[in-house]
């Protein structure tokens, strides 16, 4: 029987799950807004359909014309990609009611894990560590004051559907807390629709570690090793490794456990992420589950040598998973580089514009994601990406060498990157020594402000 998958998405993610696709020998169909007509994703599906104005609210978060994109082009499955709808439970339900499959988990598994309050509440009863918060919503002020004092300062309010690093407060004392709560719950409403909250002790200088699983429909449930994520800027991801480079056996293999753990106890189906941070003790505390592919899923890839796109896509057509926990190995060391359209020497203000010149680096375990082309126009209306810059080598000091050649060949322009922001980083002694943490960037930063001054 043929397939054909319309992918609900835009930029690399899209062109990477194109590829990927075809690979199997399935058709796609890629869906794009006006002002994305050029993009490489419409350029390189079997077939693309447009779903709207640019504004992502007109077109890839438009469930109606994405589903009606889908039936009219004789699709049976739709890849929601990572962003936009992917973590969206109406839009999942409304896929299966006109009988296509969702390449991700089920709706009800997105309800329940993807409220931060509920997932919570499962690692907990699944005997994962979590942080001391809030049992649930907080209802009012009063209640948030009340937790902060019994839990103690420093405290984090969270907005419940957020995401992105965005509807995340810290509070040091009681004053910061009153001030902090009205603005969080306005900043959710505005961008998640949800002004709900919740609050939780706020660990000091932690590294923020995710395990990559993905089960099948016959109830085999593995883990592809960690990621270290805490090289952050305003809690959005810069670089991502893996494995994590201070992370002990023990610890690796306690992480692999509880993801397992966890992912079992609600049932978990297709390719997901649980987040955790790491204190300077090396213990652990879950904080949320991702319940779709990630942007950093490459590394991942290029440790074990698997490629998560096609499982999700097996998985979804009701394949079992082509290995088994045993035959997972690290096999090296890989790192990305998310490479932005912005411009760090001005608070990374975003730099949309025409790319008048591009060379894309390459050799023995680079590979480059990116959907951008000499001439094509970065538009002002989505995420600031243009490419993901991944290499592999045998360990970790081999691979910042090869990071640092990569970069030093890539040439964007025509527009601001953080090209050689991401390059001085790879210089950098902290960075090299692996001893950083979520608070790793604000510091580097200061420090390129002081040298640009001098």
Same mark, same amino acid.
């Given at each position: 029987?043929?397939?054909?998958?319309?992918?609900?998405?835009?930029?690399?993610?899209?062109?990477?799950?194109?590829?990927?696709?075809?690979?199997?020998?399935?058709?796609?169909?890629?869906?794009?807004?006006?002002?994305?007509?050029?993009?490489?994703?419409?350029?390189?599906?079997?077939?693309?359909?447009?779903?709207?104005?640019?504004?992502?609210?007109?077109?890839?978060?438009?469930?109606?014309?994405?589903?009606?994109?889908?039936?009219?082009?004789?699709?049976?499955?739709?890849?929601?990609?990572?962003?936009?709808?992917?973590?969206?439970?109406?839009?999942?339900?409304?896929?299966?009611?006109?009988?296509?499959?969702?390449?991700?988990?089920?709706?009800?598994?997105?309800?329940?894990?993807?409220?931060?309050?509920?997932?919570?509440?499962?690692?907990?009863?699944?005997?994962?560590?979590?942080?001391?918060?809030?049992?649930?919503?907080?209802?009012?002020?009063?209640?948030?004051?009340?937790?902060?004092?019994?839990?103690?300062?420093?405290?984090?309010?969270?907005?419940?559907?957020?995401?992105?690093?965005?509807?995340?407060? *810290? &509070?040091?004392? =009681?004053?910061?807390? @009153? /001030?902090? $709560? !009205? +603005?969080?719950?306005?900043?959710?409403?505005?961008?998640?629709?949800?002004?709900?909250?919740?609050?939780?002790?706020?660990?000091?200088?932690?590294?923020?570690?995710?395990?990559?699983? *993905? &089960?099948?429909? =016959?109830?085999?449930? @593995? /883990?592809? $090793? !960690? +990621?270290?994520?805490?090289?952050?800027?305003?809690?959005?991801?810069?670089?991502?490794?893996?494995?994590?480079?201070?992370?002990?056996?023990?610890?690796?293999?306690?992480?692999?456990?509880? &993801?397992?753990?966890?992912?079992?106890?609600?049932?978990?189906?297709?390719?997901?992420?649980?987040?955790?941070?790491?204190?300077?003790?090396?213990?652990?505390?879950?904080?949320?589950?991702?319940?779709?592919?990630?942007?950093?899923?490459?590394?991942?890839?290029?440790?074990?040598?698997?490629?998560?796109?096609?499982?999700?896509?097996?998985?979804?057509?009701?394949?079992?998973?082509?290995?088994?926990?045993?035959?997972?190995?690290?096999?090296?060391?890989?790192?990305?580089?998310?490479?932005?359209?912005?411009?760090?020497?001005?608070?990374?203000?975003?730099?949309?514009?025409?790319?008048?010149?591009?060379?894309?680096?390459?050799?023995?375990?680079?590979?480059?994601?990116?959907?951008?082309?000499?001439?094509?126009?970065?538009?002002?209306?989505?995420?600031?990406?243009?490419?993901?810059?991944?290499?592999?080598?045998?360990?970790?000091?081999?691979?910042?060498?090869?990071?640092?050649?990569?970069?030093?060949?890539?040439?964007?322009?025509?527009?601001?990157?953080?090209?050689?922001?991401?390059?001085?980083?790879?210089?950098?002694?902290?960075?090299?020594?692996?001893?950083?943490?979520?608070?790793?960037?604000?510091?580097?930063?200061?420090?390129?402000?002081?040298?640009?001054?001098?």
């Amino acid at each position: 029987m043929s397939h054909k998958i319309l992918i609900a998405n835009r930029g690399e993610i899209a062109v990477r799950i194109i590829r990927a696709a075809k690979e199997l020998g399935i058709e796609t169909v890629s869906v794009y807004s006006k002002a994305d007509e050029d993009a490489l994703h419409v350029k390189i599906a079997d077939q693309a359909i447009c779903v709207g104005e640019p504004k992502s609210s007109d077109s890839y978060l438009n469930m109606n014309h994405i589903l009606s994109a889908a039936i009219a082009t004789g699709c049976d499955a739709i890849h929601p990609g990572y962003g936009f709808l992917s973590e969206n439970a109406v839009f999942v339900e409304m896929v299966e009611s006109c009988g296509l499959r969702f390449i991700g988990p089920t709706a009800d598994t997105i309800r329940l894990i993807g409220d931060k309050a509920s997932a919570k509440r499962i690692a907990k009863e699944a005997g994962v560590p979590i942080i001391m918060g809030s049992e649930g919503i907080l209802e009012h002020l009063e209640e948030a004051l009340k937790v902060a004092k019994k839990i103690g300062y420093p405290v984090m309010i969270k907005a419940t559907n957020g995401g992105g690093g965005r509807g995340i407060s *810290i &509070a040091y004392n =009681e004053k910061e807390l @009153v /001030h902090a $709560y !009205e +603005r969080t719950s306005l900043e959710a409403e505005a961008a998640f629709g949800d002004k709900s909250l919740y609050i939780e002790k706020f660990i000091e200088s932690p590294k923020h570690i995710e395990v990559q699983i *993905i &089960a099948d429909k =016959e109830g085999n449930v @593995v /883990h592809l $090793y !960690e +990621r270290d994520c805490s090289t952050q800027r305003r809690n959005q991801k810069m670089i991502e490794e893996a494995p994590a480079p201070t992370i002990s056996d023990t610890l690796r293999k306690k992480l692999g456990v509880a &993801a397992i753990k966890l992912a079992k106890k609600i049932n978990y189906i297709n390719a997901g992420t649980l987040e955790f941070l790491v204190d300077k003790n090396q213990d652990y505390y879950f904080i949320e589950m991702n319940t779709r592919i990630q942007v950093e899923h490459p590394i991942t890839e290029m440790i074990t040598g698997i490629d998560l796109v096609k499982e999700q896509i097996n998985v979804a057509y009701d394949k079992p998973l082509s290995f088994k926990q045993r035959d997972i190995k690290i096999l090296g060391h890989a790192i990305e580089c998310r490479i932005n359209a912005e411009d760090p020497m001005n608070g990374f203000r975003p730099s949309p514009g025409k790319i008048t010149n591009l060379f894309i680096p390459g050799g023995f375990n680079v590979r480059v994601d990116t959907h951008v082309y000499q001439g094509y126009s970065v538009p002002p209306y989505y995420d600031s990406m243009v490419a993901k810059v991944i290499v592999f080598e045998k360990n970790r000091r081999e691979a910042i060498k090869k990071m640092r050649v990569t970069l030093e060949q890539m040439v964007v322009e025509g527009i601001k990157t953080n090209i050689e922001y991401q390059y001085l980083i790879m210089h950098d002694y902290t960075f090299i020594k692996g001893n950083y943490d979520t608070g790793y960037i604000a510091k580097f930063n200061e420090l390129v402000e002081k040298n640009k001054n001098e």
